[in-house]
């Protein structure tokens, strides 16, 4: 027996049996033609993390190559993208139940809006571009009274996309026949006193991983890059019915990963030397600049998150299992969620509204009505907060001239003005659970996801190509046993349980965006999020091209940059989590800045 790992793995390499004959982790998964012996599995034990003796490979030796032959057989069936496995994920523990008040018949009437007394209406205004940056609830009810008309903002987000996106590059392909239709339409139906709701008629941008009939759906990656579906995703669908005007396909990071895409980096309006973050990267960036009106994302593990937070906008992850996700492209069926990016916390709840609820096809979501009432007084609420997280120093203790929290002086006053609303905080702590899991999770679901653009080699079309990207993450999926990836999803269950408990306790938690765990955790267990600005901080330096790490250099001036706290809710309780976080939102004006160069 060897003991030695290095001699050992040099033995299997003396051998022939290296990671090129190991297309994934189950030991008959070998290449056509290439015989399982008891040598193989002596060396597949080592990527296992098992050890068997020589009678037992003896013994598993004609079941490994059955298992092989089954493989094999299954390798040759062509799976596309859509087709999702045939469990599904739930967000509830067993045993758990919603309270009455989110499925009750009656929590199904019609979501409100704000009153027109809250919202500052101006005359027409002196120029369309005046309105760029104004939130849904603002341009619905210019809209709704005929103060501007659809096809009048249509045309300014087309030019404003035309006229930003070299800077920006956030577009993959615009929208405007479809658009310029939907908009004329839109206003036909107003002027004949056929009024849809809040979004009738308001321009937005879909993230390109949406299905769109006649436009491309490219994911942001090059083997990709000419993909047409002849479908409208359900999101898609849903705001089609509610009235909205689709004027842009907005990039994502390639398969859903970065800000990084075959069409280059799509930059943060507020430091345009600095990628947006992803990978709703098109998404946060045009939001931010004025160039739609809202816009969808999607989060895996915090796609909708990290770009909000970058590009200073607000941004919903609902609960898993809310929206569906029909049409979309599928990195992980356990993980995936769709949302809206947004200027305002109301915004997304409009958005929501649209979107939310069983199509018939996504066996993921569940049907729990969504109603919206700006009506709800957050200080009748029991809103926690992680103490511990907002306690920790703005500065290592063992290294005082490194900064670990940048954003803490926001992060202590939010909590201060929170106070000032009323609302009483009660200090809470997240479940110390295992949130690794998430890479065994996401990695194996990605992974079989794209099984077929590792094994045929165009995983290397893809412009990343380094040890963090989907290329490499994708081949190392193929190692990840199927026992392990079941046993992370057994581990999972009690991270659910350990949340739903937490839930228990309060209603709405608000947090420091990050220096938790909150972020794989939620995404973990499916609850929702708002991620919203809540101040600035001097933005990062950045490498120059062509620069000496040691050469002395003066020292540039860098803009300042957004940040960002985050509220998290009870599964399906975004009402109550949005109605906390717009009390904030509404308290402090950190949404209604403006990028320079943009306004």
């Known amino acids: 027996m060897l003991t030695d790992r290095r001699a050992f793995l040099g033995w299997c390499s003396a051998l022939g049996v290296g990671s090129t004959l190991f297309p994934g982790v189950l030991w008959g998964k070998l290449s056509a033609g290439a015989d399982i012996t008891v040598e193989t599995i002596a060396c597949a034990e080592a990527l296992a993390g098992v050890s068997f003796t020589a009678e037992q490979r003896e013994m598993m030796l004609e079941n490994l190559r059955r298992q092989q032959r089954a493989q094999q057989a299954l390798h040759e069936i062509p799976i596309d993208n859509a087709v999702a496995p045939a469990f599904h994920f739930d967000p509830l523990p067993p045993g758990k139940t919603l309270p009455a008040r989110l ?14 007394a809250r919202i500052a209406l101006r005359g027409a205004p002196q120029s369309v571009e005046e309105l760029a940056f104004e939130p849904v609830r603002v341009l619905a009810a210019l809209v709704r009274t005929r103060k501007v008309t659809s096809r009048a903002l249509t045309e300014m987000y087309l030019r404003r996309l035309e006229r930003f996106d ?5 577009v993959v392909s615009l929208t405007p026949e479809r658009a310029r239709a939907q908009a004329r339409a839109a206003d036909e139906e107003i002027t004949r006193g ?7 008629g308001i321009p937005w941008g879909a993230k390109d991983l949406l299905a769109t009939r006649g436009y491309r759906t490219t994911w942001g990656a090059g083997p990709y890059r000419e993909q047409t579906v002849d479908a409208d995703a359900a999101v898609v669908q849903r705001l089609d019915q509610a009235g909205a005007v689709l004027v842009a396909k907005l990039t994502l990071g390639e398969l859903a990963m970065g800000d990084v895409w075959f069409g280059g980096t799509t930059r943060n309006p507020w430091y345009p030397e600095q990628g947006s973050s992803g990978s709703s990267a098109g998404p946060g960036s045009a939001v931010a600049a004025g160039l739609v009106g809202f816009a969808i994302g999607s989060e895996t593990l915090g796609s909708i998150s990290s770009p909000a937070t970058r590009n200073g906008v607000t941004g919903l992850r609902p609960t898993f299992g809310r929206v569906p996700r029909t049409g979309a492209m599928a990195l992980s069926w356990t993980m995936d969620k769709l949302g809206p990016m947004c200027r305002a916390v109301e915004d997304c709840a409009l958005v929501l509204a649209a979107i939310n609820g069983p199509d018939g096809q996504d066996r993921s979501v569940r049907p729990v009505p969504f109603v919206w009432d700006p009506a709800i007084d957050p200080r009748r609420l029991r809103v926690g907060y992680f103490k511990a997280a907002f306690d920790a120093p703005e500065r290592s203790p063992t290294e005082p001239a490194r900064v670990v929290r940048p954003a803490k002086t926001h992060d202590d006053a939010a909590l201060e003005v929170l106070r000032r609303l009323g609302i009483d905080l009660i200090p809470v702590e997240p479940p110390d659970i295992p949130t690794q899991l998430v890479s065994l999770i996401l990695q194996a679901e990605g992974g079989a996801a794209f099984e077929e653009l590792t094994r045929s080699g165009r995983a290397d079309l893809l412009v990343q190509q380094n040890a963090g990207a989907w290329p490499n993450t994708f081949r190392a999926a193929q190692f990840i046993p199927a026992v392990d990836y079941i046993n992370a999803n057994r581990v999972r269950m009690d991270m659910m349980q350990q949340w739903w408990r937490l839930f228990e306790e309060v209603d709405v938690i608000v947090t420091p965006t990050s220096g938790t765990n909150q972020l794989p955790a939620t995404n973990l267990t499916g609850n929702p999020a708002v991620i919203l600005p809540h101040g600035f901080i001097e933005g990062p330096q950045l490498p120059q091209p062509g620069a000496v790490a040691d050469s002395i250099t003066v020292r540039k001036a860098r803009p300042p940059v957004p940040t960002s706290l985050t509220f ?11 109605s906390v976080a717009m009390a904030y939102q509404d308290a402090t004006d950190w949404h209604l800045r403006r990028p320079p160069g943009f306004a």
């Open 568 to 578: 998290l809710g009870g599964l399906f309780d975004e009402a109550r989590l949005l």
């Open 166 to 170: 070299p800077q920006l590059h956030a």
């Open 103 to 116: 499925t009750e018949p009656a929590a199904a009437t019609a979501t409100t809006t704000t009153p027109a």
């Open 194 to 200: 056929s009024y849809r709701g809040p979004l009738h």
